[in-house]
């Protein structure tokens, strides 16, 4: 089996052993030294496994041992040439570069070593940080006192970002009394790295109390002195298959449910390749900046204590360095330079795989887990296909089949720019490398699928089953050997080849079929509490039925009652109206009747007394009374006259008068209700008329 990586393979896989101090447990990996760089291991299974598993052999880009430092992985990994890459040469354009590490949870990607270093060394990330600014401090251009500066970097990102100097992002995280800064995520690190430690206050950490060793003052590289070159830091961490900004405000203000997650998208900029649209990025000026920026995105990471590890990832981390480049112009144009130009280096720490029975974990980090496995299985087969490809290539020349890099998130940010562009600008494929961490002495299952999946090569030695093949060779002679070989019968080795395959295969289906559980079990939690809410959203809905019926009923009784009130005002106005319309026209009537007493008529009623009477004689005043009286009793008649004729045009009108009054009586018998009392008319006064007719008799 060849060590040596194709030139077809999308990463240069490099494998790390993890230091342990476990002294109980046996060791399962054995490193196949050579007189080179060694670049096998083989896996041999525990004494105590009783399923007769193969022993495997795996083929690496090139294999470090426990012993190995900091420096020297740094170095040899292939880091270098990808910083020298992405700062691009004299006249040349940059290239983009990839560093991931991949292992099971506590084999030591981050807290240990590799990525962000321990206590008293320094990481992969940070010895990059420091060997980029070391060879562009004297050409770094000052965004934060050149606003020109500022506006064209701001204009020359493609990414749709939000771009701010380090210093106005810092001031906004660390000012003492800033409200609105920069928290802490719902899930703190328990025991996390010397970057990501959990503390009550966010004060300014002191960079010089920060590990300083391994040096990397002695490394140079190829850079063109004649550009000028700016730094922009970003960070963002894959949780749950989605994608959200550890730099944004969102990201420590809001809970986690109500963080906006960004997307992986071609812009208007960038129409031929995807980047993470929407980002906070950071322009740093100085190694100090960017360590603090490191650390306010490290701190906004999800982190969780397991059984397996103490500060488990549970998201997949990304920390992006877009290096901008542009040309100095001519002398004679002095002030004016090119455009921007822009290549990124992405590390990334992949959350490590585990088993649930291994961590114990339960509820969301369970969830959690499900989602890391699916995506790390994911990823597992396009390394597969990558290797696949490799392999064919090599023996028979065939057509290199698709990486299907698109089925999750994690593998779409980490395959789809290993590709060229056919825009209108071309650009190179990301040069990529991967370090796989292992723990010799950690757990055999894990390990095994981490390294099949990530190995650029593999070679299976069945062991022998004595009591199969005894039985096999005690049953069949020469003869019968030679005629099942001609009848095209499988060997042995062939059928033990193909169970390996059947049990590698069956391990890949357990691995699924967890992560199926998981899924299951998040998706029937979800169906409960959906159930829940629609159960409580049809209560409230009939409570909320019940009152507005309930207010209806009330508003209508108010408004009949209001209606009923209004007519009935509106009836005895009318009435009112009537009645005084009545009186007026009796009153009319009344006007023109002269009321007086007739004395005469009186006297006349005395005389006959009077002459009736037997001592009445007659005298001569008398009888000069008499003519008088006589004179008198004539125009009596004659106003008697009269007065009957006045009297009978009255009589006729008052019985029109009555007709009048009946017809009205009977209309406010339609109209009044039966709880109103009849008004009855009385008049003003009495009176007599000189027929002694009173208003009574009419």
């Not at 290239?95 to 240990?112: C, E, M, N, Y």
């Not at 002195?225 to 994608?243: K, L």
């Not at 969780?304 to 992006?320: E, I, M, Q, V």
């Not at 006589?630 to 009589?651: I, P, V």
Request: glycine letters at 6%; proline letters at 4%; aromatic letters at 6%.
């Amino acid at each position: 089996m060849d060590a040596s990586k194709p030139t077809t393979a999308l990463f240069d896989v490099y494998l790390r052993l993890r230091p342990s101090s476990a002294t109980d447990k046996e060791r399962f990996l054995d490193v196949e030294h050579t007189q080179t760089a060694p670049t096998h291991i083989t896996i041999h299974p525990p004494a105590n496994d009783h399923r007769k598993r193969a022993i495997e052999r795996f083929a690496f880009t090139r294999v470090y041992e426990e012993h190995a430092g900091q420096r020297e992985i740094f170095e040899s990994t292939g880091v270098l040439p990808i910083v020298e890459g992405v700062l691009g040469g004299y006249g040349r354009e940059g290239r983009d570069g990839l560093v991931a590490t991949l292992g099971v949870t506590g084999s030591g990607k981050v807290q240990s070593h590799t990525i962000l270093g321990s206590k008293s060394q320094r990481g992969i990330t940070q010895l990059t940080l420091d060997v980029l600014f070391q060879q562009t401090s004297p050409h770094l251009v000052d965004a934060q006192t050149s606003p020109t500066v500022f506006q064209s970097l701001c204009s020359a990102d493609v990414s749709e970002a939000y771009l701010l100097p380090a210093s106005a992002f810092l001031d906004s995280i660390y000012t003492p009394g800033e409200n609105g800064g920069f928290s802490r995520a719902t899930t703190p690190a328990l025991e996390a790295s010397f970057l990501s430690a959990p503390s009550s206050k966010r004060y300014m950490p002191r960079v010089s109390t920060l590990p300083q060793f391994p040096p990397v003052d002695d490394v140079n590289l190829d850079i063109d002195t004649s550009a000028d070159y700016a730094i922009v830091v970003s960070m963002y961490e894959v949780y749950n298959d989605r994608i959200f900004d550890l730099l944004a405000a969102s990201a420590c203000t809001k809970t986690p449910q109500k963080r906006r997650a960004l997307l992986f998208k071609p812009t208007e900029q960038s129409p031929d390749r995807k980047v993470v649209a929407g980002l906070r990025k950071v322009i740093c000026s100085t190694l100090d900046e960017a360590l603090l920026v490191l650390e306010t995105g490290l701190h906004e990471r999800r982190v969780a204590g397991t059984g397996s590890n103490a500060a488990s990832s549970r998201s997949h981390g990304f920390f992006c360095l877009d290096v901008k480049k542009r040309r100095r112009l001519a002398h004679h144009a002095a002030g004016v330079s090119g455009h921007w130009s822009s290549t990124t280096l992405t590390i990334v720490d992949l959350a490590g795989s585990e088993r649930a029975r291994t961590a114990k974990t339960a509820g969301a980090t369970l969830a959690e887990a499900g989602k890391i496995n699916e995506s790390l299985m994911y990823l597992g087969q396009c390394m597969q296909m990558q290797s696949d490809n490799a392999r064919n290539s090599l023996v028979t020349g065939g057509v290199e089949k698709m990486v299907p890099f698109r089925q999750c998130k994690l593998t779409e940010l980490l395959f789809s720019n290993s590709f060229s562009s056919h825009g209108a600008m071309q650009k190179a494929p990301q040069k990529a490398i991967m370090i796989v961490t292992a723990d010799p002495l950690g757990d055999f299952n894990a390990t095994s699928q981490i390294l099949r999946y990530s190995a650029l090569a593999r070679e299976v030695t069945v062991p022998r089953i004595p009591s199969v093949t005894s039985t096999f060779l005690s049953g069949t002679t020469a003869g019968g050997l030679a005629s099942k070989a001609a009848s095209g019968r499988t060997t042995p080795s062939a059928v033990q080849e193909e169970l390996e395959q059947a049990l590698t295969q069956l391990s890949r289906l357990q691995q699924e079929l967890e992560v199926t559980q998981v899924l299951l079990e998040e998706e029937t939690h979800r169906r409960q509490e959906a159930e829940t809410s629609w159960q409580r959203a049809e209560s409230r809905i009939e409570e909320v039925e019940a009152e507005i019926r309930e207010e209806l009923v009330v508003e209508m009784e108010a408004q009949l009652q209001l209606e009923q009130r209004r007519w009935r005002a509106a009836r005895d106005a009318e009435l009112d109206a009537q009645d005084e319309h009545m009186d007026r026209k009796l009153d009319l009537l009344t006007q023109q009747m002269t009321i007086y007493e007739d004395e005469t008529a009186e006297q006349e009623n005395e005389r006959p007394e009077l002459a009736s009477s037997p001592f009445a004689t007659p005298t001569k005043s008398g009888n000069k009374h008499a003519d008088t009286v006589s004179a008198q009793q004539d125009g009596s008649r004659d106003s008697a006259g009269a007065f009957a004729l006045k009297y009978t045009e009255l009589e006729d009108e008052n019985a029109v008068l009555r007709e009048r009054l009946a017809e009205m009586e009977r209309q406010k018998e339609h109209l009044r209700s039966p709880s109103k009392k009849i008004r009855v008319l009385k008049p003003s006064r009495k009176w007599l008329g000189s027929a002694g007719v009173s208003l009574d008799d009419l």
